[in-house]
Structures are given as structure tokens and as C-alpha cells.
């Protein structure tokens, strides 16, 4: 038996744990279905699994049901209470507050218990409204059980909708921190955040973050990669293909660390930036993590594969895709905004190199805020950086705007575009780089020359 309490939820227990020192108290309010239900059983559940038993009241939450919906998030409170780890009761809706402030009372002071939850308090909070004498006297029934207890008092508040304030008003004297549930919906998504207010102890007084709930998993919360630095450039990647190099000539290389957007006209993608991105990976022995919102890993590697063709033999594209490229693929659209780029996060090992976010436009097509997108992406790049990682965000110009966005957060821009005259279109590769005096194009034959050095020297390599 840990002697530790637990929310059961990592976010949480990362960075509130102190909350819980017994005896303590703490309110967790929000909205109907904004998951106050889930997050008190997730509380007494992983406590009791760790020995600690746990008695659930429940002034509002029907057992059968409550045990059911809870068990579908993988919170088995029925196997618990089998165990005598779990104890639950019910007061019908009509019940006297002293009738159930005594019964509960009684419950705890002759069974121990690490947790006790009270699900709601609402009808508790309604009888003794406008009358301060009463009033008085729940804060101080409130106050005395948790030292009975001499755990962790989870006391649950229901804000009805269309109230943004919740007026804990007896009880907000006695707890030591507030969490507040809030959803909101989001491109058809359930956005769910929680935001803790902490009464008294460690330095985090206030904090917001996303949380899920998912069938099977029960609560993820989502802590934001906050930085409160701008992140830092690391060590030089050499850019190996001498055209490149003199034209940039004190610039010619790249830094860890750095942002690079890749971008293209719509209808005209090219390929032949893969040769020189995956060259460029190889020569300086790094590993690229390439993450489409557009493709399969099966049809990246097809198109991989493809950009080589004529360059290098299959046999050792193959094998060197094996050893320097992991694909992964996500749908942008299962997530919110806040979600997907955490998402991501996790995806990342500390072995990638380069990350390459391959159809940046589809995402982008569909941000209709796009303050809010920037302000998220912005976050999670310099968290990239700090990580000393390349970023290569590669997509489509959908509109001059979201291009000039794009553009102003690199460090690097490579913007191809299509002339075409007499029916032969050709590219050409516009490139800016921070610290150069001026950007430069370079037309497609040089480009090629290019690939063609790359690969020449990729061919030297025993793989
Ligand atoms: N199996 C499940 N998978 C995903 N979400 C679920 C599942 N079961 C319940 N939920 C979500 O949890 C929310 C209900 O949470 P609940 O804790 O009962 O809210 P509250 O107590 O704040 O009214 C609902 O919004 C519902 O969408
Ligand atoms: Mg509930």
C-alpha cells in the first residue's frame, strides 16, 4: 500500500500532487457532463486500488448506472467494492441535510477511509442558502469531517448551465483547491479543459489545461509544453550540396533547432525536395520522423521511393529509409486544436532528428481561428527547438495569408513555384534563411545538380 493519495490521473498527480496531503479538501465544480463524476470515481478508485478505501456518497448519482458508465473508462468500482475497498451510499433525493450530514458522519468515524466523495453537495448547498447561521455551520461540519477522515474529502459541485460562477459559498472557505470542468465543442469536438485553483500551498496558483475522457482510458490531461523562454538554435547541420552553400556562403548551413517551411503550389507538389531533405539527413547521421496528416506511411514510403528513382537503387533507398526514416500518420480532424499538437508531442522520440509535419494545409484549411492555432503551434515548436530538434513543416499555399504566417514563425523558407512557358513547366526554388542578406532562386537544372551531388555522396556511404 502506497501511503501516498493519488488523483489516479498523471497530469495531475505531476503537478498537484501536494493538494492532497491529508487531511485535505477539494471541490471539483463545472457544468453537467462536464466530467465531475468521472474525475471523483477516477479519485476513489485509484486510491482504493492502492489500499486506501474509499466511500462514495451520492446525493444525485444512481449506483447501477454510475457503475456501468464508469466501468466503459476502466474504472471497475464494482470489483472494488467486492473487495469491501470501495463502500457506497445513496440518499434519496428528499432526504433532511442533518439526516444525511449525521449518517455520513457516522459512516466515518467508525470505518476509516483515504477518500470520501460526495457527489453532489449542490442539495447540501441549497438548504442552507441565504440562512448564515446554517451556512456557518456546514463550513464547520465540512471542516471537522475532513480531520475525522483524515484523507482526502473530494466534495463535487454542480454548475447549472448558464451560470459561469460557481458560488461554493459555505464550502469555499474549507477547501484547499478548486477544479473547474469546463467543455466546450470545437469543429464538432468536445474541447475539455480543466482549470485548478489552489487555496493554499505550492507555487502553481492557477493553471488550464485540456483533459480527455476516453472509453477504456478514462482521464488523459494534457499539460502544455510552456516555455517561458524562446528556445535556442543547437548544433550546425551541414547543408551538402555546394551550388546551396555558395550562394549562402556564411550561412550555408542549418541548426538544430531551427523551423524550416517547405512550401508548394497546390496542384503542382513537387518530390525533389525529398532526395535532398532525406541526403541531407543521412550525410549528417540524423533520423528523420516524418508525421503526414495526408498519407498512409505505406504511400510516404512509396513516394520516397519514387523521388529516388533514376538517383539511387531501390535495394539501398530501401534500407536507408529503414535506418534513418520513421512515418507516422494521424487524421488532424480527430483532435482539437490543443489535443493534436500535444498528440504529436508524444509521438516524438528522443531519437528524431528532424521531424517533418508532411500537409500542414490540411489542417490550416480548416482553422477558422487562426490566432488561437498560432498561439498553440507557436508553443509547441519552441518546445521542438528546446528539444534541439529540426522541424521541416512541409504543404501547400492555400491562401497568401496562412503562407505569410507560416513563413514568419521559420527560420527557414523554400517556396516552390511553377513557370510555365511554351507547355514545359519548370520549378524554380525561391529560399530565404535567417541571416542571409537576401533570399535566393534557384532555377530547377540547379536544383537537379544539386540532388544529383547529394545522392552521389549518399552512394559513397557503406549502407
Ligand atoms: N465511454 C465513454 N467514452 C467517452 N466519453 C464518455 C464515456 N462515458 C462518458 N463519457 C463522457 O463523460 C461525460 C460525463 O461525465 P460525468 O463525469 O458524468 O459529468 P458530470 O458529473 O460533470 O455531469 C459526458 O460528457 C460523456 O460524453
Ligand atoms: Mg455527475
Not at 488561437?372 to 528539444?387: P, S
Request: some cysteine; proline content about 4%.
Amino acid at each position: 500500500m502506497s501511503n501516498k493519495l493519488v488523483f489516479g490521473v498523471e497530469g495531475l498527480d505531476k503537478l498537484f500532487s501536494d493538494v492532497l496531503k491529508p487531511p485535505a479538501t477539494i471541490a471539483i465544480a463545472g457544468h453537467p457532463g462536464a466530467g465531475k463524476t468521472t474525475l471523483a470515481a477516477t479519485i476513489c478508485y485509484y486510491n482504493a486500488l492502492n489500499g486506501h478505501r474509499c466511500l462514495y456518497v451520492s446525493l444525485q448519482e444512481d449506483k447501477v448506472k454510475l457503475f456501468r458508465n464508469m466501468k466503459n473508462l476502466g474504472i471497475d468500482l464494482e470489483a472494488l467494492e467486492g473487495k469491501g475497498l470501495v463502500k457506497f451510499v445513496e440518499f434519496p433525493l428528499y432526504s433532511e441535510v442533518s439526516e444525511i450530514a449525521n449518517e455520513i458522519s457516522k459512516i466515518v468515524s467508525s470505518e476509516s477511509f483515504g477518500v470520501v466523495v460526495v457527489d453532489s453537495i449542490n442539495p447540501l448547498l441549497q438548504a442552507v442558502e441565504g440562512d448564515y447561521g446554517k451556512r456557518a455551520w456546514l463550513q464547520n461540519y465540512f471542516y471537522n469531517l475532513a480531520r475525522v477522515v483524515n484523507g482526502v474529502m473530494v466534495l463535487v459541485a454542480e454548475l447549472p448551465f448558464g451560470r459561469e460562477y460557481i458560488e461554493l459559498g459555505a464550502i469555499e472557505f474549507v477547501v484547499d483547491a478548486i477544479m473547474i470542468l469546463k467543455h466546450s465543442i470545437e469543429r464538432g469536438l468536445v474541447t475539455r479543459r480543466i482549470e485548478v485553483r489552489k487555496a493554499r500551498g505550492a507555487p502553481l496558483h492557477i493553471a488550464e489545461m485540456l483533459f480527455s475522457i476516453e472509453q477504456g482510458k478514462g482521464i488523459a490531461v494534457y499539460i502544455p509544453p510552456m516555455l517561458e523562454k524562446i528556445a535556442r538554435e543547437g548544433r550546425e547541420i551541414e547543408i551538402p550540396c555546394r551550388k546551396m552553400k555558395s550562394i549562402m556562403n556564411v550561412s550555408a548551413h542549418l541548426h538544430k533547432g531551427m523551423v524550416v517551411y517547405l512550401a508548394y503550389p497546390p496542384d503542382a507538389r513537387p518530390l525533389n525536395y525529398i532526395p535532398l531533405f532525406i541526403g541531407m539527413a543521412v550525410l549528417n547521421n540524423m533520423k528523420i520522423h516524418v508525421i503526414s496528416y495526408l498519407y498512409p506511411p505505406e504511400a510516404i514510403k512509396l513516394l520516397i521511393y519514387r523521388s529516388f528513382r533514376d538517383l539511387i537503387e531501390l535495394e539501398r533507398i530501401e534500407r536507408i529509409v529503414n535506418r534513418f526514416v520513421r512515418i507516422s500518420s494521424l487524421n488532424p480532424f480527430m483532435y482539437s486544436i490543443g489535443e493534436l499538437l500535444h498528440k504529436e508531442l508524444s509521438m516524438i522520440l528522443e531519437d528524431d532528428d528532424i521531424i517533418a509535419f508532411h500537409g500542414i494545409d490540411v489542417l490550416q484549411m480548416v482553422v477558422h481561428d487562426r490566432g488561437n492555432y498560432m498561439q498553440n503551434l507557436y508553443n509547441q515548436l519552441n518546445y521542438l527547438k528546446d528539444e534541439q530538434k529540426l522541424i521541416v513543416r512541409i504543404g501547400s499555399i492555400i491562401d497568401e495569408e496562412m503562407y505569410r504566417m507560416n513563413a514568419a514563425i521559420s527560420d527557414v523558407v523554400m517556396r516552390f513555384e511553377l513557370e510555365h512557358a511554351n507547355r514545359s513547366p519548370v520549378y524554380s526554388l525561391f529560399m530565404w534563411r535567417r541571416g542571409l542578406t537576401k533570399p535566393f532562386i534557384l532555377r530547377e537544372d540547379e536544383l537537379m545538380e544539386c540532388i544529383n551531388e547529394v545522392s552521389e555522396k549518399v552512394k559513397q556511404l557503406s549502407i
